[in-house]
Nanobody, 123 residues
Framework: QVQLVESGGGLVQAGGSLRLSCVAS????????MGWYRQVPGKARELVST???????RYVDSVKGRFTISRDNGKKTVYLQMNSLTPDDTAVYYC?????????????????WGQGTQVTVSS
């Protein structure tokens, strides 16, 4: 089991910045990648950014050049620095951790989620 606790959301004006943090606890040694997703009411949860154990990041096109994901393995924490925020970035942001599993049918993946943190960008 992995537990995730997010922090850092809030209200900011367009053009401003926020930094989200997510601290993992539990069986963190089994985590292979961590990331951030976001969701607005009535829409599916979407990937924002992920980072693997080697530190290789991945971003959705809409945040490239504005958001930066980083990972501190010693602190078991992943960060999302969000700059040049726009009202379209308004959403609940969820931290995610992917854990490799091994079973009779081979390798699989379990996903763990934080409780979510609200980010609101005013125009």
């Amino acid at each position: 089991q992995v537990q995730l606790v997010e922090s850092g959301g809030g209200l900011v004006q367009a053009g401003g910045s926020l930094r989200l943090s997510c601290v993992a606890s539990g069986r963190t040694i089994d985590i292979m990648d961590m990331g951030w997703y976001r969701q607005v009411p009535g829409k599916a949860r979407e990937l924002v950014s992920t980072i693997n154990r080697a530190g290789t990041p991945r971003y959705v096109d809409s945040v490239k050049g504005r958001f930066t994901i980083s990972r501190d393995n010693g602190k078991k924490t992943v960060y999302l620095q969000m700059n040049s925020l726009t009202p379209d970035d308004t959403a609940v942001y969820y931290c995610n951790a992917g854990v490799t599993t091994v079973g009779a049918s081979g390798f699989g993946r379990d996903d763990y989620w934080g409780q979510g943190t609200q980010v609101t960008v005013s125009s």
